[in-house]
C-alpha cells in the first residue's frame, strides 16, 4: 500500500521559515524512480501546483508565486521530499500535498493528472 504521509506544517508569522516533509512508503518502485511534486489548497480555491523535483533530483520546478522563496529537494535513501518555505506570506496559507508520478508518465509537472499517488496534507498558516 502506497503512503505519502506530510508532515511539518504549522502556524506560523509572516517572514517566517517552514520545512515540510513527505515520507514515501510502500511504493512499486525504488523511491528513485518517482519524480515528486508539492501542491497546496487554500480555503475556497482549487488545488494548485507550487514545485516539483524530477526523480535524482536534477529538476526542479517552481510556481510564480513561490519562485525565489521556497526550495524543493529530495533524499532517496530515506524516501523523503522536502520544501523548505522562507519568507513566508499569509496568502501562502493552505493545506499542502506531495504527491508522486512515475518517471515514464508523460504530462506536465505543473499539473495534477499526471501524479498518481497523495498523501493526506499538511495544514499551513501563515498569520500577518
Known amino acids: 500500500q502506497v503512503k505519502l504521509v506530510e508532515s511539518g506544517g504549522g502556524l506560523v508569522q509572516a517572514g517566517g521559515s517552514l520545512r515540510l516533509s513527505c515520507a514515501a512508503s510502500?511504493?512499486?518502485?525504488?523511491?528513485?524512480?518517482?519524480?515528486m511534486g508539492w501542491f497546496r489548497q487554500a480555503p475556497g480555491k482549487e488545488r494548485e501546483f507550487v514545485a516539483a523535483?524530477?526523480?535524482?533530483?536534477?529538476?526542479?520546478y517552481y510556481a510564480d508565486s513561490v519562485k525565489g522563496r521556497f526550495t524543493i529537494s529530495r533524499d532517496n535513501v530515506k524516501n523523503t521530499v522536502y520544501l523548505q518555505m522562507n519568507s513566508l506570506k499569509p496568502e501562502d496559507t493552505a493545506v499542502y500535498y506531495c504527491?508522486?508520478?512515475?518517471?515514464?508518465?508523460?504530462?506536465?509537472?505543473?499539473?495534477?493528472?499526471?501524479?498518481?499517488?497523495w498523501g493526506q496534507g499538511t495544514q499551513v498558516t501563515v498569520s500577518s
Open positions: 504527491a508522486s508520478r512515475g518517471a515514464v508518465t508523460s504530462g506536465s509537472f505543473y499539473s495534477e493528472a499526471p501524479y498518481e499517488y
Open positions: 523535483i524530477s526523480r535524482y533530483g536534477a529538476n526542479t
Open positions: 510502500g511504493l512499486t518502485l525504488t523511491f528513485s524512480y518517482y519524480h
